[in-house]
């Protein structure tokens, strides 16, 4: 953990206007080989509108790389599209 680790990733999609919908933190046990110690580290999950293969998500992924040591992309689903009927 370091300060302004998550401001950093965060600043991510404000940068390129995604709006995030939602943020989860979990905390985990971290052994730290170095020490042979456990600790606890902090996982973000962030929802945010936006798809994959949208040009501006693909930048802000591209740059969370730059800003954080670990990121996954757990999916990526069409927005609704509502029709009305004529």
């Known amino acids: 953990n370091t300060a302004g680790a998550l401001f950093k990733a965060l600043s991510v999609f404000a940068v390129l206007d ?10 985990v046990h971290t052994l730290m080989l170095h020490i042979g110690k456990l600790r606890w580290e902090y996982v973000f999950y962030i929802d945010f509108i936006g798809n994959a293969n949208d040009e501006k998500v693909q930048n802000a992924l591209k740059n969370l790389q730059h800003v954080t040591p670990y990121y996954r992309l757990l999916g990526s689903y069409p927005a609704f599209q509502y029709q009305e009927e004529s």
């Open 18 to 27: 995604i709006d995030l919908t939602k943020i989860e933190s979990r905390h």
